[in-house]
C-alpha cells in the first residue's frame, strides 16, 4: 500500500530537475545547437525576463514533482513522455526533439530515483 507523501522530496526533486535543466541547456552541454534549433539571437535571449521564466519554470517543475510523486506512491515504484508528436506537427527538427527528450527522460528518471528512495 502507498505511504505518504514526502513533500521534502518532492521540493529536492524539483531541485535537481531545475539544476540539470540549467546544466543541459547549458553553452557546456546543449544550449548553442538548442539555441540554433529554436532560430533565437543571443539578443532574444539577453531579453527575455529571466526572473519570470526562471520562476515559474521552478513553479512547474514542483508540480511535475508533485504528480511524479503520486505515480511513484501508487505503483510504488522503485518513462518519459517525449515531444516527437508536438514536434513532428510544428516540423521542427529531430534533433531539436532529441535535445528536449534527453533532457526530460534524464529530469524525471533522477526525480522518480529520489521520490522512489525518500518516500
Not at 514526502?6 to 546544466?23: E, I, K, Q, S
Not at 512547474?60 to 515504484?77: D, G, K, P
Not at 514536434?87 to 528536449?100: E, G, P, T, V
Amino acid at each position: 500500500m502507498a505511504s505518504e507523501m514526502n513533500y521534502l522530496a518532492v521540493v529536492a526533486t524539483a531541485l535537481v530537475m531545475f539544476g540539470l535543466g540549467a546544466g543541459w541547456y547549458s553553452p557546456l552541454l546543449f544550449g548553442k545547437k538548442w539555441q540554433e534549433l529554436v532560430g533565437k539571437s543571443e539578443d532574444e535571449l539577453k531579453r527575455a525576463d529571466m526572473t519570470r521564466i526562471f520562476g515559474l519554470s521552478f513553479l512547474a517543475y514542483l508540480v511535475a514533482s508533485y504528480v511524479l510523486a503520486h505515480f511513484v506512491l501508487f505503483t510504488e515504484a522503485s518513462t518519459p513522455t517525449t515531444l516527437l508528436i508536438n514536434n513532428l506537427f510544428q516540423r521542427q527538427s529531430l534533433r531539436l526533439w532529441a535535445i528536449d527528450a534527453s533532457y526530460y527522460f534524464f529530469a524525471f528518471c533522477l526525480g522518480g530515483v529520489i521520490l522512489a528512495i525518500w518516500h
